[in-house]
Each structure stands twice: as C-alpha cells, then as structure tokens.
C-alpha cells in the first residue's frame, strides 16, 4: 500500500475493500457447499454485501471486469439471502419461541418447522446450482484476474481525505431521504408531528399497512450506509463512530420489526390457517415483540427526523480527522 505520513491514495483504499471481501467470498465458497455450518452460509452472504458495496462506493475510482457488476452480485447473493433467511427463521423458531410454548402449540410449530425443513432442501438445491453455475464462475474469475492485476481510473491516485464527503455524502443523503422516515407520523404547515405513545392495536394497524414495506426499505438503506461508512471509519473519530452505531441500531431494530412480520406470514402459509388461531401464545409473543421494538425505533426515529442531528451528521462527514493536503 502506498502510505507515507498518513497520506492514502483512493486506489489503495479500494484495492484493500474489494479484495478483502472477494476473499472472503472465495473462503467460504466449498463450505457453504457442504452445508455444514449456518455460520459458512452467513459470512458468505456478508462478503457478497460488503463487495456490493465496495464496488459501488468506489465505482469512480476502479475499472473492473465488466462481469463484476453490482447487479451480478445481488443476483448471486439473492440466492444465498433466501436460504439464509430460512435458517434465521429456523432458529428463531426453535430457540426462541418455542421454549415458551404450551405442549400443543408446540406441536402445530413443529407442523410449521418440517415443512419449512422441507423448503430449506429446495433452496439449498438452488444455492449449489448457482455456486457451481456459468455467472458465479465467470465473476470469481473475474475478480480474481482483477486482484492479480488491478485497473485504475485516473482519480485513484488522489488522496482519500479531501475526498471523503464527495464520497460518502451522496448515500448519507439517500438514506437521511429515504420515505421510511415518516411512516406514523404526520406533516403540518411544513412541521414534522410526532404521535403519543401509541398501543399496540395502533401499531399493529401501521405495521399491517403497506407502511411495512417502507420501513424494510429504509432498513436496506441503513445497511447499505452503514458498509459504506465502514469502508472509511479510520479517518473519523468518536462522533462519526456514534453515527454509525445509530445507524447499525436502526438496521437491526427494523430488522427485528420486519422479521415478526415475516414470521407470522410464514406460519399461516404453512399452516393454512391465522396463526392467532392455532397458536394463540405465539401470536402474543410476536405482538410484544413488536411493541416492544416499534418504541425503540420511535426513538431513534425522532432523532434523525431532529434538523440539529443531520446537520450535526452531515457536518461530521465533512470534517474528517486528518488535516489534508489538498486534492
């Protein structure tokens, strides 16, 4: 790596990203295969987002094959995020929840856990077919021909620092844009109000919305931001490092939020019938579950709906730590 007093080219930094998570990727490749261990399918997954994200923050500054697009990657990693989700839905369920069920609904899970077993078998099928199929080939061997002997675009030979709002501002502004935000809450006279603690049934009613579908996309886009924070989180300090565990919580609360959604979507097909039917304790654990998480978001919510913390945000972007020297 090209560093001397501090100084970091832009291709240097995206060289160390890039092939970071492609090795990883290739690490976990045989093992995933294997399918002996959730936790090979899980850290494949990452790499596949993390490189996703590399790719596209440092879009600019790399000239790669034309094979490793951003699109081939989600495609590839969209296989591996259906039989990952399973498996969090899988262990949810059997460590989790059912502990705490009566004998009989205990029963009418494990109806509900064979045939998502069943399931798991179609989509681990389809993540070997993709891994040992034409597109995962071609990119695997196309990354690695780029690691070998990596192209640069012009401006990779600049310094990082006076560059880092310019890079970093542009997917800051999306997810601080994101309509997410505003999901229960109202606009007047060009004022953000914020509702009183609001009960279950009115959060039900929210979450039942197409609202939901909002606040998973808002979900993306915080975990889309956090990696790209990541890349560069060196060069800033504790209030940067705050942000970006603001945003990580917001990531996993929603997550949270969207996987109890996900859930009782998942029993009721499996079942055919409404869950709060078959299994009356469970559907109550899910609500708390929600209520319980939906106060959480409300308050990180009001903070980055509060003018002062974007400002604050965007400035700390800004004003990285490190004196530069010009671009």
Same mark, same amino acid.
């Given at each position: 790596?090209?560093?001397?007093?501090?100084?970091?080219?832009?291709?240097?930094?995206?060289?160390?990203?890039?092939?970071?998570?492609?090795?990883?990727?290739?690490?976990?490749?045989?093992?995933?295969?294997?399918?002996?261990?959730?936790?090979?399918?899980?850290?494949?997954?990452?790499?596949?987002?993390?490189?996703?994200?590399?790719?596209?923050?440092?879009?600019?500054?790399?000239?790669?094959?034309?094979?490793?697009?951003?699109?081939?990657?989600?495609?590839?990693?969209?296989?591996?995020?259906?039989?990952?989700?399973?498996?969090?839905?899988?262990?949810?369920?059997?460590?989790?929840?059912?502990?705490?069920?009566?004998?009989?609904?205990?029963?009418?899970?494990?109806?509900?856990?064979?045939?998502?077993?069943?399931?798991?078998?179609?989509?681990?099928?389809?993540?070997?077919?993709?891994?040992?199929?034409?597109?995962?080939?071609?990119?695997?061997?196309?990354?690695?021909?780029?690691?070998?002997?990596?192209?640069?675009?012009?401006?990779?030979?600049?310094?990082?620092?006076?560059?880092?709002?310019?890079?970093?501002?542009?997917?800051?502004?999306?997810?601080?844009?994101?309509?997410?935000?505003?999901?229960?809450?109202?606009?007047?006279?060009?004022?953000?109000?914020?509702?009183?603690?609001?009960?279950?049934?009115?959060?039900?009613?929210?979450?039942?919305?197409?609202?939901?579908?909002?606040?998973?996309?808002?979900?993306?886009?915080?975990?889309?931001?956090?990696?790209?924070?990541?890349?560069?989180?060196?060069?800033?300090?504790?209030?940067?490092?705050?942000?970006?565990?603001?945003?990580?919580?917001?990531?996993?609360?929603?997550?949270?939020?969207?996987?109890?959604?996900?859930?009782?979507?998942?029993?009721?097909?499996?079942?055919?019938?409404?869950?709060?039917?078959?299994?009356?304790?469970?559907?109550?654990?899910?609500?708390?579950?929600?209520?319980?998480?939906?106060?959480?978001?409300?308050?990180? +919510?009001? +903070?980055?709906?509060?003018?002062?913390?974007?400002?604050?945000?965007? +400035?700390?972007?800004?004003?990285?730590?490190?004196?530069?020297?010009?671009?």
């Amino acid at each position: 790596m090209t560093e001397k007093n501090n100084i970091i080219t832009l291709k240097d930094l995206a060289y160390g990203a890039i092939a970071k998570h492609s090795r990883k990727i290739f690490k976990y490749e045989a093992r995933v295969l294997q399918d002996k261990d959730p936790e090979d399918l899980h850290q494949m997954r990452v790499g596949m987002r993390r490189l996703r994200s590399a790719i596209a923050c440092f879009a600019v500054v790399v000239d790669l094959p034309e094979i490793a697009t951003e699109k081939n990657i989600a495609n590839i990693g969209r296989t591996l995020g259906k039989l990952r989700d399973l498996d969090i839905l899988l262990a949810v369920l059997q460590d989790d929840y059912r502990p705490l069920l009566p004998a009989e609904e205990q029963k009418s899970l494990d109806k509900a856990i064979k045939s998502l077993n069943r399931k798991r078998k179609r989509e681990l099928r389809q993540v070997r077919k993709t891994l040992n199929g034409k597109l995962y080939f071609h990119l695997e061997q196309g990354l690695k021909g780029w690691l070998d002997r990596p192209i640069y675009q012009k401006i990779g030979d600049c310094f990082v620092y006076p560059l880092l709002p310019d890079l970093l501002l542009p997917q800051v502004s999306q997810l601080l844009l994101h309509h997410g935000w505003l999901v229960g809450v109202e606009i007047k006279e060009g004022q953000i109000e914020f509702p009183q603690i609001l009960n279950r049934e009115a959060i039900e009613l929210i979450i039942s919305r197409e609202d939901i579908l909002l606040l998973h996309g808002l979900r993306k886009s915080a975990k889309k931001t956090r990696y790209s924070l990541e890349l560069f989180a060196r060069f800033y300090g504790d209030t940067y490092h705050q942000y970006l565990d603001r945003i990580e919580q917001i990531q996993e609360i929603l997550g949270q939020i969207q996987d109890t959604h996900v859930l009782r979507k998942v029993l009721e097909k499996a079942l055919k019938s409404a869950i709060a039917e078959q299994m009356p304790k469970l559907a109550e654990l899910l609500l708390k579950t929600r209520y319980q998480k939906w106060l959480e978001w409300q308050t990180l +919510q009001q +903070q980055f709906l509060d003018d002062r913390i974007r400002t604050e945000f965007r +400035q700390t972007i800004i004003q990285s730590e490190v004196k530069t020297q010009g671009f």
